[in-house]
Nanobody, 129 residues
Framework: QVQLVESGGGLVQAGGSLRLTCGAS????????MGWFRQAPGKEREFVAA????????YYADSVKGRFAISRDNAKNPVYLQMNGLKPEDTAVYYC??????????????????????WGQGTQVTVSS
């Protein structure tokens, strides 16, 4: 059974930092695009950051650019999210996701939320003011 499991969430004061880890089991995710998403109460799940395997490129939502950093490691722990300068509006459940490479006309593109193939169960991040 393929599983992604997030860890590292918790309660932190505004301005603090957390590091989320996404562990994998059941298969390796080499070659996959790994992403982080979040969902606050009453809101839709939104994109946070993604990292590609082929060229190590990364992509961030404007709301976290300059504060969050996504990185990839090995097949067992395929992706991390370092979150610095946390704000109360960052409070949400954070999800790790994996997408097989997506191409259009022979070019690799960043997958949309609906194109991710595997999802974790999420980890709660709460930022107090």
């Amino acid at each position: 059974q393929v599983q992604l499991v997030e860890s590292g969430g918790g309660l932190v004061q505004a301005g603090g930092s957390l590091r989320l880890t996404c562990g994998a089991s059941g298969r390796t995710f080499s070659g996959y695009t790994m992403g982080w998403f979040r969902q606050a109460p009453g809101k839709e799940r939104e994109f946070v950051a993604a990292a590609r395997w082929d060229d190590f490129s990364t992509y961030y939502a404007d709301s976290v650019k300059g504060r969050f950093a996504i990185s990839r490691d090995n097949a067992k722990n395929p992706v991390y999210l370092q979150m610095n300068g946390l704000k109360p509006e960052d409070t949400a459940v954070y999800y790790c996701a994996a997408s097989a490479p997506r191409t259009f006309s022979g070019r690799v593109y960043w997958p949309t939320k609906d194109e991710y193939d595997y999802w974790g169960q999420g980890t709660q991040v709460t930022v107090s003011s």
